[in-house]
Every structure is written in structure tokens, then in C-alpha cells.
């Protein structure tokens, strides 16, 4: 039986993102995920200025109780006069330091009559002074490729004048649903079939990464309708993921499928649970991963050992985000072969881990379970796990982003 971490780490490297970028505008490229370093072209800010409205004085002019004429108001914009010695020049927040000035005094502490200006306290010597240079220096980078590019980036990049940035290609997934049992949400329904929560789930899933372009299949389960799927998406999509039909029944035709394209197929037993065998196969040059058919394992499956190779794919340095570490909140205890990944909601409580309260039915066919789990809890395997144990948990509004 594969390991889980081993499973994580190799899927999560199975695939390599575009070798080409393309440029998007700043105002598209939310969500994209930086290809190529961003540079300062600027030192930020460019040139010293006032972190308030106050004004500009030589320190060494200041003494208690005297009265600095005000030689000049110089509005953010606008360009100082050089300070001359004894005067004060009024400035507002941005304001270009005059040169000869070190110091700016806060208007609060500032009374202004017929063009001169007294101060209140002794000022401090260098206050209030945003200096060139102190965000950003000219020529370093200021965002890394494999960044995804949100506000606080857009931010950056904007304030050094660039307007087009160059990011990786949009991903395409393809998604291949499977089962003669199955039907559409909007369809008729037999008493003896069910719906495709799947497809829906994993489209949605994809959609949370960022990935825009999903082409959702779904098969019936005869030789000919899967490699009629299969030939349409490996010739549109970048990675194609396969749901059900990859276990050992009568009916599971998908392994065959893709040897018969000419693929090859590792197929593990990952020690998790839930998650059935696990398979990564490549066909055509594209990788192919098949999830367990059962919503919850292809849930947990595609959250642990799936979204790491979306995100590698997308060009995104951080494939596996981290785990964080709670308290067991729950009145049984676990013992198992393998790894037990467990619906929980995390309780965050003043000065402690957070509480881990996991649902109470963990059947991999509990669809309900989804919706209220914010967090995966990790029990180790071979292991006595109980109320009060510090367990690792998986965030899902990380893994899932
Ligand atoms: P399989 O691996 O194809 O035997 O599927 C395992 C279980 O998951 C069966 O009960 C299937 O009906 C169910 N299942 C498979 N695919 C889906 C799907 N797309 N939506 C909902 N349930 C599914
Ligand atoms: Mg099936």
C-alpha cells in the first residue's frame, strides 16, 4: 500500500505548467498566476515625502517659543522651493520633501497665524519623513512567478507604472463522469438511477482553483462511450480527471480504456481512507487521474492528492499548502490500518488549538457531511486516537483555493 504523503508528493509532481506565458493587463490578471518576475523599475517611494499634513523645518533651525515664516505651500504635486534657513514650508501627505528640510511637524501640533507658523512641542528630529526607497528598491523583485496575482500584487505592480504582466496559460481540465446508473440534475429521474453529484462537485472544485475551462463528459459504462470521451478530451484538455468505474467490478472499463489508447496506468492503494485505488496514468502526454466514485472519497481525494497537481500545473509554487493542528473534540476513539481523513468542523476558542469536532457519520457516501465540514482531520493509522489528542487538520478553504 502507497503512503499517503508519497501519493501527495507524487501527484503533486506529475505534470509541469505551460513552458509558454502570454500577457494579460493588470485589470486581467486577478487570479492568473505569475510567469515571469516582476522587476522595480522604481525605487517606491520615488523620492522622500510627508507622511502628513504638517509642516517642513531644517531641525536645527527650532527653538522653543520662535516663529518660522511660512515660505511656501506645497501641495502633493506640486514641486518645493529649496528651504531656506529659519522658514517653515506647509506640506499636506505625499508632499515632495523641500530640499534642506529633516523633519515635518504634524498640523495638530502646529498653530498658524499671519503666515507663521508655532509649534506646540519640540519636535523630533527626522518625524513624519516617508524616505525614497524605504518600500521598494529600484531593481529588486517585487512579485515571485508562481505567485497567483490578487489585490496586494496588483497594488505593487501598479505602483511601478507596469501595466501588463506576463502569467501562464489558462489550465484545461476535462472531466469524465461515468455510470449507466447516472443522471443529470434537470433530468428525469428513474427509481433506479441517480444523479451526477460528481461531475457538478468536482466542475465547482476546479472552478474555486481558478481553473476556468472545464469540459464535463459523461460516459455510459461500455468500452465505446468511454473512449469516445476520452478521445475528445485528451485532444481539448491539458489534464483530464476520471470519476468511478476504476475499482474492480464487472463494469469498471476505465483502466482498460486508457491501456487500449495506448497509456499506461499506475494504479495505487493509498493509505487512506476514505479514497479506494487511486490511478495516475498518462495518455497522449497528458496525465489522467482517476477518482474513486464515491462522492466523499472523490472529494477527499481530489482536496488532498488532486488540487496539489492543479495548482503545479497552474504554474502556482505552492502545490501543497500546510496543515494546521487542533484538539480532538469527540467521544470515541479511532484505531485503523490507514489514515482516516474525517469531516470536522474546527471551533477557534480564545488562547488554545482549535476544537475539531468531526461529523458523526463518516460514511463515504454521506453527501450531507460535505456541506457542514469546513476542515479534513488527520488520524495517523496504527494508532489510539481520542478526545484531547493534537491531531493535524486540513484547512479546505486553503486546500480548496
Ligand atoms: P464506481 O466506482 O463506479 O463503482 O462508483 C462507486 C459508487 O459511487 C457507486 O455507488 C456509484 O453509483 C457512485 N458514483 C459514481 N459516480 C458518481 C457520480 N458522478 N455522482 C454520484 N455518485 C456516483
Ligand atoms: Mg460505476
Not at 443529470?184 to 433506479?192: D, H, K, L, N, Y
Request: proline share 7%.
Amino acid at each position: 500500500m502507497l503512503d499517503f504523503d508519497v501519493a501527495q508528493t507524487r501527484l503533486a509532481t506529475a505534470a509541469s505548467p505551460a513552458a509558454q506565458s502570454e500577457k494579460v493587463s493588470l485589470s486581467d490578471c486577478i487570479g492568473r498566476v505569475l510567469a515571469k518576475p516582476v522587476i522595480a523599475t522604481l525605487d517606491l517611494p520615488s523620492a522622500d515625502n510627508s507622511a502628513m499634513d504638517g509642516y517642513a523645518i531644517r531641525h536645527a533651525d527650532y527653538q522653543p517659543d520662535m516663529r518660522f515664516p511660512i515660505q511656501q505651500r506645497c501641495y502633493a504635486g506640486d514641486t518645493p522651493e529649496a528651504l531656506q534657513p529659519g522658514k517653515a514650508i506647509r506640506l499636506f501627505t505625499g508632499s515632495i520633501m523641500p530640499e534642506g528640510a529633516d523633519t515635518v511637524v504634524m498640523q495638530e501640533n502646529a498653530r498658524e497665524e499671519n503666515d507663521e507658523v508655532i509649534f506646540i512641542d519640540t519636535p523630533a528630529k527626522g518625524r513624519h519623513v516617508r524616505y525614497r526607497g524605504e518600500d521598494v528598491k529600484q531593481g529588486t523583485e517585487v512579485v515571485a512567478p508562481g505567485t497567483v496575482l490578487g489585490a496586494a500584487q496588483v497594488a505593487l505592480i501598479a505602483s511601478q507604472g507596469i501595466a501588463e504582466v506576463d502569467v501562464f496559460p489558462q489550465l484545461k481540465v476535462g472531466l469524465l463522469t461515468t455510470g449507466d446508473e447516472l443522471v443529470a440534475p434537470g433530468q428525469p429521474r428513474a427509481p433506479e438511477q441517480i444523479y451526477n453529484s460528481n461531475g457538478p462537485m468536482l466542475s465547482a472544485m476546479l472552478k474555486r482553483q481558478g481553473v476556468e475551462s472545464v469540459t464535463a463528459l459523461h460516459a455510459q459504462d461500455t468500452p465505446e462511450s468511454i473512449t469516445q470521451a476520452f478521445e475528445t478530451l485528451l485532444s481539448e484538455c491539458d489534464l483530464v480527471l476520471t470519476v468511478g468505474g476504476v475499482s474492480v467490478g464487472d463494469k469498471d472499463l476505465v483502466k482498460p480504456t486508457i491501456e487500449q489508447l495506448g497509456g499506461t496506468l499506475d494504479l495505487w492503494r493509498v493509505n487512506m481512507k476514505p479514497g479506494k485505488p487511486v490511478a495516475l496514468a498518462h495518455a497522449r502526454n497528458k496525465p489522467i487521474v482517476c477518482l474513486p466514485g464515491n462522492p466523499v472519497s472523490a472529494f477527499v481525494v481530489y482536496t488532498l492528492l488532486v488540487s496539489p497537481l492543479v495548482r503545479t500545473m497552474q504554474g502556482r509554487t505552492q502545490a501543497l499548502p500546510a496543515a494546521h493542528y487542533g484538539t480532538l473534540d469527540f467521544d470515541r476513539s479511532y484505531n485503523d490500518s490507514r489514515i482516516a481523513f474525517l469531516r470536522a468542523q474546527a471551533h477557534f476558542d480564545k488562547n488554545s488549538l482549535p476544537r475539531l469536532i468531526p461529523h458523526n457519520d463518516q460514511g463515504s457516501a454521506i453527501i450531507s457531511s460535505l456541506s457542514w465540514a469546513d476542515v479534513l482531520v488527520r488520524i495517523p493509522a496504527n494508532t489510539t486516537t481520542g478526545k484531547g489528542d493534537v491531531v493535524r487538520y486540513y484547512d479546505l478553504a486553503h486546500w480548496l483555493s
